[in-house]
């Protein structure tokens, strides 16, 4: 397998655009998280999905913010519109299989 | 929520040394991971933790889980260059669909060579 597959990797944005993050989990994983990571607030879940289904948004910021899966092999993660405090990287992770769960590259934002 | 504290958040070691990390939680985990995050990468998982007073090693790599639930250990024997990066803790309380995962702050780990 692949691994967690996001894209892109690299977004820089303008303020006010709308920005879609994307992520392809591994496959078999029933569980799929949205991490965000910035220097001062270190790794913070937004979203988590079991069986596609959203089970916990607590930690979604606000509503410019929006998650979907639509399908087993794949979610997004929505901002709009976007802010420059919004930037950060992004991290999508699935699982649990004896690995854990497997994070993804990452997408880093930029909202300028 | 669950809150967890990592300590030391950075660290500057020469290569050789051995290195200690913890966390310490607010409430109790029924597992604990740690993770290492390499520039530009996602965290990759290092050891998990499944069963109070666990002791389980990975190498050079040393964990135990608290006899509390509320605490972890990582230890590197003998550091290398390549050691260098960020070090996690996580937290999981697993129950129904609830799979929720806390992360620490992080430990930044500097070898000289």
């Known amino acids: 397998d692949a691994g967690v597959i996001q894209s892109p990797r690299h977004e820089v944005t303008e303020m006010g655009q709308e920005v879609t993050l994307r992520c392809k989990p591994i496959?078999?994983?029933?569980?799929l998280f949205w991490y965000r990571q910035t220097m001062m607030r270190g790794l913070e879940l937004l979203i988590y999905?079991?069986?596609?289904?959203?089970?916990?948004d607590s930690g979604m910021p606000e509503d410019r913010f929006s998650a979907k899966m639509p399908n087993a092999s794949f979610s997004t993660l929505k901002i709009q519109p976007s802010e420059p405090r919004d930037s950060a990287v992004y991290f999508c992770?699935?699982?649990?299989?004896?690995?854990?769960?497997?994070f993804g590259s990452g997408t880093r934002l930029t909202v300028v | 929520g669950q809150q967890l504290n990592q300590s030391p958040q950075s660290m500057f070691i020469q290569e050789g040394e051995d290195v200690s990390m913890n966390c310490t939680s607010s409430?109790?985990?029924?597992?604990w991971l740690w993770y290492k995050q390499d520039p530009g990468e996602g965290p990759v998982l290092l050891i998990a933790?499944?069963?109070?007073?666990e002791l389980t090693s990975n190498g050079r790599l040393t964990a135990q889980f608290g006899i509390t639930r509320k605490d972890s250990f990582l230890n590197i024997s003998a550091s290398i260059p390549s050691d260098v990066g960020i070090y996690f803790c996580?937290?999981?309380?697993?129950?129904?669909?609830?799979?929720?995962?806390?992360f620490g702050k992080g430990t930044l780990l500097t070898v000289n060579p």
């Open positions: 933790l499944y069963k109070a007073g």
């Open positions: 992770a699935s699982g649990p299989d004896s690995y854990g769960y497997t």
């Open positions: 496959s078999g994983h029933d569980y």
């Open positions: 996580a937290g999981q309380y697993s129950g129904g669909s609830n799979y929720k995962l806390t």
């Open positions: 999905f079991n069986n596609n289904v959203p089970i916990d």
């Open positions: 409430s109790i985990f029924n597992t």
